[in-house]
Structures are given as C-alpha cells and as structure tokens.
C-alpha cells in the first residue's frame, strides 16, 4: 500500500519531469492533503520556483484561517517576487498589529518600499519595528543598511556602532566594522573610518576592505599607506580592476611616473576597456617624454571609445601639438561639439590647414565658453591678428592680460595696440 501523501507524489513528479503528472497530483494534494502538510509543501515548491503553485496554497490556507498572518506575509512575499507590490503592500497593511506576525510585515514591507525607493515611507516602518523591539539585531541591520543607501551616514554610523558595541560585529554576512569604516568616510571622517579599518582582523580583510582603506587613505594625504593597501589588493586579487587607477595615482602624486606608467599597464592587462587607465598611461608616458607612447595610449583609448570626450579632447591636442592637425580634422570630421574644448582643436587644426572660414566659425562658436580660458584667448588672439581683425583681437588680449598679468610680453602688446588707439 503507498503511504506517501499527494504533495509528496507532486514533489517526486517535478523531479522527475513529469509536469503533467505533477499538474494532476497537485490538484489532488490540494483537496486531499492535511493543512500542514501542504502548508510544507508551498515551501518546498517556492524553493524550487513554483511560486504560483506555493501562492495557490497559502490562499487557500489564508481564505480557511483568516486570523493567521503568517499565510500572508508567506503571499506577500511571492507576490513581491512576481512583481505584484501593490497587492503584496494590500496584504502586508491588512496584518493585525496585534499579531505576533506584525514585525515580518513591517520589515518585508519596509524592505518593498526601498527596493521602489520610497525610502521615507521603509524608514517609517522600520523606525516603527525598532519602537517594537529595539533589541533585534536585524532591526537595527535593517535601518542602518536604509540610512546608508539614503546617504544619511551619521545615522548609518549610529546603527551600524549599536550593533558592534553588542558585539555583533557581522551580520548576515555582512562585515559591519567594513560599513561603519565606509559610512565615516562616507561622511567625511577619515581619521575615524581609518581607526575602524585598522580594527578589522587579518582573516576578514578582503581586497574591497583593502580597497576602500586605501581610498581613505587617500583622501587622509596619506599617499604611502594608500599605495601599501592598493598593492595589497592585486596580491589578493589581481583582476581587482578597480583599484589600478588608484594605484597609478599613488606614483604619480610622489612623480614616480615610471612605476605610475607600468601601474597603469598592468591595469590595462587586466581591464582593457577602462578609459581612465589609457588617459593615466599616455600622461605617465608624456612626463617620460615617451612621445611615441604618448599616442600610442590615445589612439587605443580612441579605438576602444571613439565617442569619449575626454579621449577626443587628449588625442587631438596631442595631434595639434604633434602639427598633425590632419589627423585631427579626420577624427573631428563628424564628431559633433559637445564640448568647447574639442571646437577649439577644430578651429586650430582648421587654422593650420588654411581653412580660415571654418576656423573663424569656430573660434566664434566657443568665444563665449572659453573667455576665461587665458590658452584660448592668447589663440584666438593670434588667429585674429593673421586675419587683421585687429580691434577684436585687441578685445581679447584685454582680457588674456586681466587673466594672465605677469605675462610682460604680452602686456607690452597690449600697450603699443592701445598707443595705436586700439
């Protein structure tokens, strides 16, 4: 005689393959089975990825006992996962706050509301559970994770202390001296991030707590204690992507530019997309004087992003500098302008290969942009002296010597233009 119950015959189907045997099965657990035992069996089909099927039990067993909760937060949170909130809010708010089930609601609806980023309305919930019971760890966990995710660090730092001063100094797997350390860093105090840093044990250092005492490192002046935990990082971790630009930093700040530029390769080895690392290596290679490195950094950084700005704005000064102007009309040619910079580029590459019309336009297009540029000025300056425009050139070395006074030079100019009556 088999014993075994239908939710049992419906778990074995599933795992079988039989799909529509366990269809059947199921809607026979439904009518035949005790409460308790497909009460088990909604957790088991959840864990599985059934969720219909679990929500199909938790209704029936909700509409059968209407004062127990519990089969309403087990509905809600289903609900949440399908994507459901409003119904799942409509369940979690019907909850009696009588109910010994009153706190789950209130912590899986506050955590609804900050997935939806509502994060006034999770705060209120979770500051109603801690009036509740101030003493549960996941409580205070909970706040203290919302207050970190709305940038309030004083009051995540608050949340984050209670729990380590209980000696709780991880939860959920979470190192909770590594987010009070961040959230003081966060907040501006980096002396007492670094003090929380420097407690956290050897065994629990990860190349992300290396990376973030580093960081703060940093921002404390304290360039040789920063590049120590960013090394230590790529021993760890090499394929830490992250951190190589950070290390490339710590050299270039003590103007170590050959181990900021072999930093920064290495980095490339690792994360051959990261723009910022190709523009850190072709100015290392630049204060080398390795010209043709220069270039070569630029035209990959180019390759790999030929929409970046940044690497637009690099590349074609350096092509300018380099008189390639050429070049820098051909990558120009259909860029459109969304920075001032790479107009001015434009207008000299043009300038230098006579094109004078499209110069003068765009020199004009970011005259206004640029005019606290003294670089700029001093350019447009000269373009329009060559073209004896001389009273707006004029105009324009009044304000480079405004910017730029103790140019005696150019003072002496602006001197002989204006006894001219310029």
């Known amino acids: 005689m088999n014993n075994t119950t239908y939710s049992e015959q419906t778990l074995n189907a599933i795992e079988s393959g039989d799909i529509e045997e366990a269809n059947r099965l199921f809607s026979w657990a439904l009518r035949k089975d005790d409460d308790e035992t497909i009460y088990n069996l909604a957790g088991e089909l959840f864990a599985i990825g059934y969720d219909t099927k679990a929500l199909r039990i938790y209704q029936k067993l909700m509409k059968k006992y209407p004062a127990d909760s519990e089969f309403k937060i087990d509905s809600a949170e289903i609900l949440i996962d399908q994507g459901k909130n409003d119904e799942a809010i409509e369940l979690l708010d019907s909850v009696d706050p009588d109910s010994e089930n009153y706190l789950q609601a209130l912590l899986v609806a506050a955590d609804l509301y900050q997935t939806e980023e509502l994060f006034e309305v999770s705060e209120s919930k979770l500051l109603e559970a801690y009036s509740i019971a101030p003493d549960e760890p996941a409580i205070v966990f909970a706040l203290a994770e919302l207050y970190n995710n709305m940038q309030d660090y004083e009051q995540a730092t608050k949340y984050y202390l209670d729990l380590i001063q209980r000696g ?45 005492t580093g960081l703060t490192y940093l921002q404390l002046k304290e360039n040789e204690r920063a590049r120590e935990a960013f090394e230590r990082v790529i ?90 102007y050429q070049n820098t009309l051909k990558i120009l040619e259909n860029v459109e302008f969304t920075d001032p910079q790479l107009e001015w580029n434009y207008a000299i590459a043009s300038w230098h290969q006579d094109d004078i019309h499209q110069a003068s336009e765009s020199f004009e297009a970011v005259g206004d942009a640029l005019d606290d540029n003294a670089v700029f000025l001093k350019d447009y300056f000269t373009f329009l002296i060559e073209q004896g425009e001389v009273e707006k050139a004029v105009s324009k070395l009044r304000k480079y010597v405004l910017l730029e006074p103790e140019d005696i030079e150019m003072q002496d100019q602006l001197m002989q233009y204006e006894e001219q009556g310029y």
Do not use: C
């Open 168 to 212: 709780i100094p991880k939860f959920a797997q979470t190192n909770l001296v590594e987010r009070l350390s961040n959230s003081y860093a966060a907040a501006g105090k980096f002396e007492t991030a670094i003090a929380y840093f420097d407690q956290i044990h050897e065994k629990d250092l990860t190349p992300n707590i290396l990376f973030q």
């Open 235 to 324: 021993e760890m971790d090499a394929t830490f992507a992250s951190v190589y630009p950070y290390l490339v930093q710590t050299y270039a700040e003590d103007e170590d530019w050959k181990n900021a530029l072999k930093a920064a390769q290495e980095g490339l080895g690792v994360d051959s997309y990261n723009i910022d690392l190709y523009l850190q290596a072709a100015t290392m290679a630049e204060h080398l004087q390795q010209v043709d490195e220069v270039e070569e950094f630029l035209r990959k950084g180019y390759q790999t992003d030929p929409e970046n700005v940044e690497i637009l704005i690099r590349l074609t000064d350096f092509l300018n500098r380099q008189d390639n």
